[in-house]
């Protein structure tokens, strides 16, 4: 797309389409996605009656919009649009997103839905298998590593189905899909007799989740697991 657009009066708009540039280098984002977003922020801007006063935060939302369309392809989360956007020096959060959002839901016809772990499984997978580490302790294991990717894809499934919406509470769905992988391994551990891959600083290291995070959610997993399973799950 293009950012050639007259400086002056049209400044906050070359402005926003540049931060979507710098926004979607540091989320890795693909060319699709950022052309998306700015379509969707061209469009919002041509139709809507009132004067937009904050460009930002509409890029943001569109972004977010754009992300949703292209799920899998793109599974980021709102906390890390918000968060970017912060780290880039402007204040938008969460909050002011779905609020944004919310109001342009006319235009648009979108309003944010919350994201279930469920979808996070692929990228959660895809990153413990393009780790070092992690595969190299695969192989040494014994596993096929496509074989080992798909056991542990299933049960991390598996793991999410037997949790209760009231368990999950407010918890974060991204951590809550890495702490399932965690546990899972355990299961298949369990399973096939091999020692577990995964350790929690590994998962940690991996997904860039807190080790407490995992360790909090897998305590709290570690038990319904064995109830509804009846299989132990190692620490």
Known sequence: YSTRIRIGKDEAKYRALRTLNHVSKLLMLNEQIRDRTAYLYKKVISESVEK?????????????MAVREFRNDAPITLEEIADVFEKCGHRVNVRAIVREALRLKSLTGYAPEIRRPKDYVPR???MLMNNSRVLGKVK?????????????????HMV??????SKRGGRNP???????????DRLIASQFGKRPILTQKLTST???????????????MKQIIEKSSGIEVIQ
């Open 52 to 64: 937009i006063s904050n460009n930002i935060l509409l890029i943001a939302v569109c972004l977010l």
């Open 124 to 126: 959660v997978v895809s």
């Open 140 to 156: 040494s294991r014994g596993w096929d590593p496509k074989s080992y990717e798909n056991e542990l894809r299933e049960k991390i």
């Open 160 to 165: 999410l189905g037997m949790i209760p919406a």
């Open 174 to 184: 991204f951590i809550f899909t890495v702490s399932a992988a965690y546990a899972s």
């Open 206 to 220: 991996a997904t860039e989740v807190a080790e407490y995070s995992i360790r909090d959610h897998f305590g709290m």
